[in-house]
């Protein structure tokens, strides 16, 4: 009993003497205005929900300031602010507005905002089903879909078919002008994930190589092995009489390559992008792909990767069985 409450004595004065140590200060308190152009009702999720994380505006509960959590909390709101601060939404362009939300909601419909560790211990930041209700009908009324012809319809159903056969292939692609070469098989790999691109009217769907999908299958994700190779096709948006989407005019393919030495300079990965049915090569100098990384910075912490695979393990035991 005694060596017990000496062990007792022992952690508290541990915990005490932890509380000397903070992490590096950051603006908790700065007033970050509702978002200009938004309706109340969205205002009011987002602010609950998200702006201690993304924005300027950081209410911090007495157990946020205690150590060694304030470490872990401090973390969240820099990382997040990073990623996305809607206290600069105000300043924006109204395509930067759009994209914000699309990007906003498809994190959540993935489930990874608000991050789970975070939503654990603050109950406040979790999204119920009509609360997601709400900011989908938002974002969807951002960028409003009509009804294609027949005449559309009929024309792109003929091109994706095309596609599909391999019809669209070309006997001679040139390489990026960073030096990547095109990879015309990818159409036969798995698709692991798909995007509705509801802000610009497209959809695209995404596929994995063989070392891709046993990365996947064996949660090998983070970083990516090397060898895994994504091809990330791009599609106008048709939308039918009944409302259901269909592919329509093929736009573009997008390869990320994983080779951490090879293509050390950038990140650890190989970009390249093929617009249209010519597969014309995107960019005019080698080091165009700057700008790819750029755009995939938000995923550092992800090995720069967007793409959260629809392949769940059973899936793919299944598909095996079969």
């Known amino acids: 009993m005694k060596n017990k409450n000496i062990f007792v004595l022992v952690l508290f004065g541990i915990f005490i003497g932890l509380q000397f140590f903070s992490p590096e200060k950051i603006d908790h308190g700065t007033n970050t205005p509702n978002l200009m152009n938004v309706p109340q009702d969205?205002?009011?999720i987002l602010r609950t929900s998200c702006f201690d994380c993304h924005s300027s505006?950081?209410?911090?509960?007495?157990?946020?300031?205690?150590?060694?959590?304030?470490?872990?909390v401090n973390s969240h709101i820099k990382e997040g602010?990073?990623?996305?601060?809607?206290s600069k939404w105000n300043t924006w362009p109204?395509?930067?507005?759009?994209?914000?939300?699309?990007?906003?909601?498809?994190?959540?419909?993935?489930?990874?905002?608000?991050?789970?560790?975070?939503?654990?211990?603050?109950?406040?930041?979790?999204?119920?089903?009509?609360?997601?209700?709400?900011?989908?009908?938002?974002?969807?009324?951002?960028?409003?879909?009509?009804?294609?012809?027949?005449?559309?319809l009929q024309s792109a159903e003929q091109q994706?078919?095309?596609?599909?056969?391999?019809?669209?292939?070309?006997?001679?692609?040139?390489?990026?002008?960073?030096?990547?070469?095109?990879?015309?098989?990818?159409?036969?790999?798995?698709?692991?994930?798909?995007?509705?691109?509801?802000?610009?009217?497209?959809?695209?769907?995404?596929?994995?190589?063989?070392?891709?999908?046993?990365?996947?299958?064996?949660?090998?994700?983070?970083?990516?092995?090397?060898?895994?190779?994504?091809?990330k096709t791009a599609w106008k948006q048709l939308i039918k009489q009944?409302?259901?989407?269909?592919?329509?005019?093929?736009?573009?393919?997008?390869?990320?390559?994983?080779?951490?030495?090879?293509y050390k300079k950038t990140k650890g990965w190989g970009w390249g992008r093929w617009k249209g049915n010519d597969l014309k090569p995107y960019g005019e100098t080698h080091d165009f792909d700057n700008e790819c990384i750029e755009c995939h910075k938000p995923m550092t912490n992800r090995d720069y990767v967007f793409t959260s695979p629809l392949y769940l393990i059973s899936q793919l035991t299944k598909i095996k069985k079969q």
């Open 81 to 86: 602010r990073e990623a996305l601060d809607f």
């Open 94 to 152: 109204k395509a930067q507005r759009i994209s914000t939300m699309y990007y906003s909601m498809n994190k959540i419909l993935s489930g990874e905002m608000p991050i789970p560790s975070y939503s654990a211990v603050h109950s406040s930041a979790k999204l119920d089903d009509k609360q997601i209700e709400i900011l989908k009908k938002y974002v969807l009324s951002l960028s409003p879909r009509k009804p294609a012809e027949n005449l559309q």
């Open 160 to 231: 994706y078919n095309l596609w599909i056969k391999g019809e669209l292939k070309k006997s001679a692609v040139k390489p990026s002008p960073n030096g990547l070469n095109y990879i015309p098989d990818y159409r036969n790999w798995k698709a692991v994930s798909t995007t509705d691109r509801f802000d610009n009217g497209t959809m695209r769907i995404i596929f994995g190589n063989d070392i891709a999908v046993k990365a996947i299958r064996n949660k090998n994700t983070n970083p990516w092995p090397d060898g895994t190779v994504f091809a």
């Open 57 to 72: 505006e950081t209410h911090l509960r007495w157990y946020d300031k205690i150590t060694p959590a304030n470490f872990l």
């Open 42 to 44: 969205v205002n009011t």
């Open 242 to 262: 009944d409302g259901s989407i269909s592919t329509g005019e093929f736009l573009q393919v997008e390869f990320m390559v994983k080779d951490a030495e090879k």
